[in-house]
């Protein structure tokens, strides 16, 4: 007897710009669509990236066109691996987002909003965020809670340096040391001093040392919301 011939499926595509993030946010998505979808409507899902050491560089210049057209190169090469949306998971390239959209073959999906939307969903009043310094002090987040009416709390100076040291010189390494974990958790709870309700992981890799088993607080992982986002929205096309 025949087998059913699959669904056609969506194609995802990936941008990536930390490896290890990339790597995290791949398995995430593929996670949710094993939860959100049968098994004969599963995502084709095609990863691209350009060297991290090239964005590091164009964030730095404060060059955000040049981060774009990093962007729009893994979007172009992702279109012609046959991606229908793309979405990148990595926070610090969200600025340049806008720009990469222009002239892209593919949409994207926006991460900051998304995130946004599902604390403001839980009417929260008051969040504290995790990322790199710059995504901290940013609009990357702020402007879209405030929006919705939600405060943001960054880590103090000290605490947003020590953040940058483990992000930065372990985990985009892959790499946890287990006083660092102490570390952050140390700064989870600074914030819940200051008033935080929940707290946001904008950083792709921040899975690796917190999770809703060990945070004081309830998290909101930015990955995880971004994955089941974009396993919703690419949907396959109807049947003529």
């Not at 002239?103 to 969903?121: E, F, H, K, L, T």
Request: aromatic residues 4%; charged residues 20%.
């Amino acid at each position: 007897m025949t087998s059913p011939t699959p669904q056609s499926s969506s194609h995802i595509g990936i941008v990536g710009v930390s490896p290890e993030g990339a790597a995290l946010f791949y398995r995430e998505v593929a996670r949710q669509a094993s939860s959100l979808r049968s098994p004969d409507d599963q995502p084709r899902i095609t990863i691209h990236n350009e060297p991290l050491s090239l964005y590091i560089s164009a964030i730095r210049r404060d060059d955000w066109h040049e981060v774009g057209r990093l962007l729009r190169r893994s979007a172009e090469l992702l279109a012609r691996c046959g991606a229908t949306i793309c979405i990148t998971p990595d926070h610090a390239v969200q600025h340049g987002v806008q720009l990469a959209e222009v002239g892209s073959p593919v949409p994207w999906i926006p991460a900051p909003d998304i995130v946004a939307q599902a604390v403001a969903n839980d009417r929260r009043k008051v969040v504290g965020i995790l990322g790199t310094k710059m995504v901290c002090r940013s609009s990357t987040y702020q402007t879209h809670l405030g929006l919705r009416g939600i405060q943001v709390e960054a880590p103090s100076d000290d605490d947003a340096e020590a953040l940058d040291h483990v992000i930065f010189g372990e985990l985009i390494f892959g790499q946890i040391r287990p006083e660092s974990r102490l570390l952050v958790m140390g700064i989870i709870g600074r914030l819940a001093s200051r008033g935080c309700e929940a707290i946001i992981l904008a950083c792709s890799e921040a899975p690796l040392l917190v999770t809703q088993e060990n945070s004081p607080l309830p998290i909101y992982e930015a990955g995880e919301l971004l994955a089941r986002a974009v396993v919703g929205t690419a949907r396959p096309s109807a049947s003529p």
